[in-house]
């Protein structure tokens, strides 16, 4: 599993526009970006390197939550809380492909 | 800022979308073999290395480095960045790609508040 947080200089509105609103995705996520933001909408990313993704949004609570399933394999959380200094993002992204792959690093320095 | 960003010249790691790759098979193959497994044991101890250093540290032909190391690029578990004439090598930091896009992000969120 994958964790980040962050402190964006931003309020939670706008961190959610950020997250949600495909223009603005194209501004930093991907090259070329489509929506359906609501549980069980499609979203599709696309990168100028020719890489594509699909995902399925899984749940949606305005400035405060928003999840999606990668079609490969995968699943990403956002969660937004308020902070003194403007938006917490909390990133969690669990993916079995880098679980085992870590997991598996950790037994093989254990046993090194 | 608590997140660290990958050194310059890491490309993220590109997902193929041929549903012919298994990609756990991938792992549990490249970890499979013992010499795999050295490669692996001195990567995580030094950090960095390049098929030379390698070469003259493990009990293996440089021949067999260079592919073992492309077995474990291709299953993700190690990537190489280029130094100059060298290229070197280390293991795959799960979550870099997301320190990137948190990067792209703030610069976002930057750009619009010191926007027109």
Redesign the interface.
Known sequence: M?????V???PRE??WE?LTDPE?LE???ANDVDLDLRPGGGASFRWS?G???HATVTEVEPERRLAFEWE??GEVEFTLDDDADGTK?T?V?SS???S???D??AS??AH? | ???RSRPSGIRPR??L?NDSVD??GL??GA?ADPNR?QV??YL??RGTATATELTGELPMTRQAVAKHLATLAD???VESERRGRETRYH??E??AE??D??D??????????AGP
Do not use: K
Not at chain 1, 2 to 6: A, D, F, G, T
Not at chain 2, 104 to 113: E, K, P
């Open positions: 994958i964790r980040r947080e962050i964006l200089p931003a706008d961190v950020a603005r501004e930093w996520f390197n890489e594509e993704r490969d394999e993002l990133v992204e079995p492909q880098w085992t792959a870590l598996l690093q093989a320095l090194a | 800022m608590e997140h590109t997902r979308n990609p756990l792992v549990l970890l497994r692996i044991g995580s101890e299953a993700g578990l293991l795959t799960a979550g997301w320190d896009r948190l792209a992000l703030v610069r976002h969120l930057q750009r619009r508040t």
